[in-house]
C-alpha cells in the first residue's frame, strides 16, 4: 500500500514562508512526477507545481517567482517552499503523485491534504 504523507501547514501572515512537505512511502519501484495542488472553499482543484523525477518543473501563474517546488528521490519526497504568502494562497494544499507500483503498472496517488491560512 503506497501512501503520501504530508506536513508544514498551518497558519501564517501576509508575505511570510512556509515549507510544505509530502513523502511518499510503502511498496513501489519509483516514485515519477510529483506536485502539489490546492483547493479553496468555494473552488475547484488547481495545479500549484509540478515537477518529473529529472527535476523538470511546472507552475501556476499565481504562484511563479514565490513558490519553489523541489524533489528528494532518494526519499521520494517532494517540498514546497512558498515565500511572499497572500491571503489569495489559503486553501488546503494537496499533494500527489504518478508512482510506478511495479514495471507495467503506474498509479496516482494523493495526499491527505494539508491546511495553509494566510491571515493577519
Known amino acids: 500500500q503506497v501512501q503520501l504523507v504530508e506536513s508544514g501547514g498551518g497558519l501564517v501572515q501576509p508575505g511570510g514562508s512556509l515549507r510544505l512537505s509530502c513523502a511518499a512511502s510503502?511498496?513501489?519501484?519509483?516514485?515519477?512526477?510529483m506536485g502539489w495542488y490546492r483547493q479553496a472553499p468555494g473552488k475547484e482543484r488547481e495545479l500549484v507545481a509540478r515537477?518529473?523525477?529529472?527535476?523538470?518543473?511546472d507552475y501556476a501563474d499565481s504562484v511563479k517567482g514565490r513558490f519553489t517546488i523541489s524533489r528528494d528521490n532518494a526519499k521520494s519526497t517532494v517540498y514546497l517552499q512558498m515565500n511572499s504568502l497572500k491571503p489569495e494562497d489559503t486553501a488546503v494544499y494537496y499533494c500527489?503523485?504518478?508512482?510506478?507500483?511495479?514495471?507495467?503498472?503506474?498509479?496516482?496517488?494523493w495526499g491527505q491534504g494539508t491546511q495553509v491560512t494566510v491571515s493577519s
Open positions: 500527489n503523485a504518478d508512482i510506478k507500483v511495479t514495471a507495467a503498472i503506474t498509479r496516482r496517488y
Open positions: 510503502g511498496s513501489f519501484a519509483r516514485a515519477n512526477a
Open positions: 515537477i518529473t523525477s529529472g527535476g523538470t518543473t
